[in-house]
Structure formats: structure tokens, C-alpha cells
């Protein structure tokens, strides 16, 4: 059984970026590592790097009214993470993946989490869960109502709590999904359904999201199988404090929606954009990622916490 984790990077600066995840990976894991990229180059190297170029399709007229071009390239520009995990399924003969957005840094077990996820995938991705279970953006749910009327469903046809696409397990069987959430999000009737007027009342994209698609695709076919939360931080205190719960006992407040299993994070460590619930497993065996540091700084100190204290 071959794996692999899959990354992604569009523009030199990314690519340049995601060098630290792809060092800190190949010293923590034993996989290979998929790294789809555009824009720029792949300067370095490594045995267990397989670097696959994205080609944008620069025919593709961006130009959809009522869009802003550069708005209607952005949400193209969201479907590389499904179509990397494409390419890693197109382009490789390995048999399982876990995709990992470029803030997201994994705990060093995350090897055993693949003979767990391994057991429970089949044709589906298993999408890691949002800390709150209904999760909203802008005031606004994580799945649309116009987005449910693409595919010709109700809100009542949910299958499963909101569903993040920073990091899953997937397997070859699950490239027809796969296809079907790029084609999706590529879709102008998905475009159409993220507009908004801004303060002057012009149209402009509010903020979407890849997510929202793969969601929707899950209430589709039924689907509700999912893997845990991450802990979603952007800030290395957070690595710091979480870790440190496990070495020296601390006063936690349990989450109700997670029985006896996880814990808030303290408010000054949590991320806002998931309604200050960030949680982190009570059993250290249960961490398997942390999410949302985009400071490069941050993200170097944190891998070094996890490095002292894990």
C-alpha cells in the first residue's frame, strides 16, 4: 500500500513558502509527498518529492457577468485543491492520500492516523469536521441555499455537520467525486451564487469557498462520514498551550458537542473565523493537526513547540 500527502501552490511566493511544510513532512513522515504547483518553479528536491505542474487554462474566459475577472480567476483558482488531488490520482500509482492546505501542520503521528482512515474511506473523502457543527460564513450558512438548488436538493437532504476541505483522507475510488466537486466549483451557476453588493452597491464576490461545494456533494449522496476536528489557531501560543495540557494537568472546559473527548481552547488562542470554538482532543493520540497559521513566523515557532514538547 503506497501513500501519500498532497499539497498545492500557485505562485512563486507560495511555492517558495511551502518548502517548510514539505521539509517538516519528509522529517515526520515515511510518504511520499504530491506537490502540485503553477506560476513559478519547484527549486528543490528530494526522493520522496514528486513535483506535478497545474497549467491554468488562461482560455477560460473570466470574463462571466456580472464578475469581476480577477474574482471569477480566484474561485478557478479554489478548484486546484480538488483538481491536485486529481492529478496526484492521475499522475501517480499510489494508492492513498491525505491533502493538507499549506497552514495546516500535522501532528508527528499522523502516519497511524492513515492505517485508521485507510479502514473507513470508500468512495468518499473523509473531510476533516469544523469545531462548531454548524458552521456559518459572513452570517451566512457554509452551504448555500442557491448552491443546494444546483443540485436540486433541500437543506433537508443534510447528511452530515459542516465539513473542512483544509485537510482529508482520500483513495483512487474517490476520483469520480473528485471530479465532480471541481466541476462544480467551475460552474457558472456556482460563481453566480457568491455575489454581493458592496458599500456603493456594486457587484463583487463575497467570500466562497470550495468548501461549500463539497458539502453540498455530501448531502447529495447521502455521505456522513468524516474524520475529527483540527485545532484551529493562528497563533503558535496555541501549539505551545495544547501541547503543554498534555504534559502538565490543566483545567479544561469540555465541549458539549464532543462528550468526555475534546476541550476549548483558551479565547485568546482561538481562531475567529470558526466562532471562537476552537477545540484539541483530551487524549493526545487524537491530535493529528493544527490549523490556520499563515504567519510564516508563527508557523516556524510552532513546528519548533512540536518539536520540544510533543
Partial sequence: MSRAYVLFAVGQNYIDKIKILVDYLLKKSTYKIVLCYSEGSVTFQHERLISIYMHIPYVIDFNVSPHKSSSVRNVYLMSF???????????TNIDEFVYLDSDVIPTPNIDLMFDIWSKQCTNFPLLSKYPPNHYF??????????????????????????LCAGM?????????FIKTWTSLIQSKEYIDTFVKHDGLGNKEMCQYTDEGAANALMWLYGYNNYIGPMVWTSLSKCVYYVLNCYKTPTNVSLHSDYPNT?????????????????????????????????????????????????
Wanted: net charge neutral.
Fill in 262 to 310: 475534546y476541550a476549548w481552547t483558551p479565547d485568546e488562542y482561538s481562531y475567529p473565523y470558526v466562532g471562537n470554538a476552537s477545540v484539541f482532543p483530551i487524549n493526545k493520540r487524537d491530535l493529528f493537526a493544527f490549523h490556520a497559521i499563515k504567519d510564516e513566523t508563527q508557523f516556524i515557532e510552532s513546528i519548533n513547540y512540536i518539536e520540544q514538547l510533543y
Fill in 137 to 162: 460564513i459572513e452570517g451566512r450558512p457554509l452551504v448555500l441555499d442557491k448552491v443546494l438548488n444546483i443540485l436540486g436538493i433541500s437543506r433537508n437532504k443534510q447528511s452530515v455537520y459542516s
Fill in 168 to 176: 482529508f483522507f482520500f483513495n483512487r475510488k474517490c476520483l469520480s
Fill in 81 to 91: 485543491k480538488p483538481n491536485a488531488c486529481q492529478l496526484a490520482i492521475q499522475e
